[in-house]
C-alpha cells in the first residue's frame, strides 16, 4: 500500500473512533453516510478485522470482548468472552479459516472462522 492510501485509511479510522466511539460505524465509500452502526461494545472499541472470503467482520476493544459480525445483519453473530485482558488487535487469517486476536497482556488466541471455538 503506497504512503497516500495508507494516510487515507488512517485519517478514516481515525474519523470512525474519535472520542473512542463505543459504536462503530461503517460508511458508505461512495456518499460517505453511514450505513450501519456495530452496537455491543461497552466500553471502546480498538481494531477491526474483515474477511472477504468468509463476510465477517470482526471487533475488539476495551471490555475484553470479541464481536463478530455479518456486515448484511443488524446485531453480531457471536460474542466471545475468553480474553481476561483489554484486547489490542485482530487480524483475519481468511486462507486458512481463522482470525487471530490479541489481548494487553500479550495474549495470543487463534479462532477458528466457521465454529468461533478457540485453537
Same mark, same amino acid.
Request: proline share 4%.
Given at each position: 500500500?503506497?504512503? *497516500?492510501? @495508507?494516510?487515507?485509511?488512517? @485519517? ?6 474519535k &472520542? @473512542?466511539?463505543?459504536?462503530? /460505524?461503517?460508511? %458508505? &465509500?461512495? +456518499? $460517505? +453516510? ?16 474483515y *474477511?472477504k ?5 470482526? *471487533?475488539?476493544? =476495551? &471490555? =475484553?470482548t470479541?464481536?463478530? !459480525?455479518?456486515?448484511y445483519l /443488524? ?5 466471545? %468472552?475468553?480474553? /481476561? ?9 481468511? +486462507? ?11 495474549? #495470543? $488466541? #487463534? !479462532?477458528?472462522?466457521?465454529d468461533? *471455538?478457540?485453537?
Amino acid at each position: 500500500m503506497d504512503d *497516500s492510501k @495508507q494516510k487515507y485509511k488512517h @485519517q478514516i479510522l481515525k474519523d470512525y473512533f474519535k &472520542d @473512542q466511539e463505543l459504536k462503530p /460505524e461503517i460508511f %458508505d &465509500d461512495y +456518499t $460517505k +453516510t453511514p450505513c450501519k452502526v456495530l452496537a455491543g461494545h461497552n466500553r471502546a472499541v480498538r481494531e477491526l478485522a474483515y *474477511s472477504k472470503i468468509h463476510k465477517i467482520i470482526v *471487533s475488539v476493544g =476495551f &471490555d =475484553f470482548t470479541v464481536y463478530v !459480525w455479518n456486515p448484511y445483519l /443488524e446485531n453480531y453473530i457471536i460474542k466471545l %468472552d475468553e480474553h /481476561e485482558n483489554p484486547l489490542v488487535g485482530v487480524n483475519c487469517l481468511p +486462507t486458512l479459516g481463522q482470525f487471530v486476536t490479541a489481548d494487553s497482556k500479550g495474549i #495470543v $488466541k #487463534v !479462532w477458528n472462522i466457521r465454529d468461533y *471455538s478457540c485453537i
